[in-house]
């Protein structure tokens, strides 16, 4: 069975790569959520995603957070990507 966002991976492939579903690693969201209680507000592992970098973060983010249509600044220079993810989520 193959959850939903994940494609399947070849048998052949199985022993040549780590697949990893970082968001799934729930000892690290515990470790940051229990040094987030500390330093800044309390927080449910839940609430914690981990993310394989910051493209990714700012793809995710943008998705959920943004509308179509959404006007947004950005700094010039700046980093490009951002420009990048914001245009194909439909901010302007």
């Keep these: 069975m193959v959850e939903p966002g994940y494609a399947p991976v ?9 697949i ?8 690290l969201r515990d ?7 500390t330093a800044r507000r309390p927080l449910q592992s839940g609430q914690v995603m981990i993310v394989a970098g910051s493209q ?13 249509g959404t006007p947004v600044w950005l700094e010039e220079p700046g980093y490009w990507l951002t420009r990048r993810v914001l245009d194909l989520a439909g901010c302007r």
């Design 10 to 18: 070849p048998k052949s492939a199985r022993k040549r790569t780590s």
């Design 20 to 27: 990893r579903r970082p968001a799934r690693y729930e000892e």
């Design 31 to 37: 470790a940051i959520c229990t040094y987030l209680r």
């Design 56 to 68: 990714e973060a700012l793809e995710i983010s943008a998705r959920v957070l943004l509308d179509v």
